[in-house]
């Protein structure tokens, strides 16, 4: 399966209280290993952390009705699955 790892390093000046570091695309068999090979490099006791998620999601075109594969992150504007997307 394909994932995402996005890496975050705590940052109490940032109004979230993290601030975004990197994102890694990875292919692997689950959450765990996907994140594995990320925590030597990021290790929490030095304030980092992960958020893994699945790189795909499926949508359906809001035209046709048709089911489509779109990355997770895809601003909702930029999806045909919106009716934003249409009215430009």
Known sequence: MD????????D???KRGS??????DVEADNKFE?????????PEKK???MVVEER????KNM???VEYRER??????????SESFWSM
């Open 3 to 10: 994932f995402t790892v996005e890496v975050y390093k705590d």
């Open 12 to 14: 109490k000046r940032v």
């Open 19 to 24: 601030r975004f570091i990197k994102k890694v």
């Open 34 to 42: 996907a994140a594995a090979g990320l925590v030597k490099l990021y």
């Open 47 to 49: 304030g980092y952390h």
């Open 56 to 59: 795909w999601v499926i949508r």
């Open 63 to 65: 035209m046709t009705g």
């Open 72 to 81: 997770y992150d895809m601003p909702h504007y930029c999806s045909p699955s």
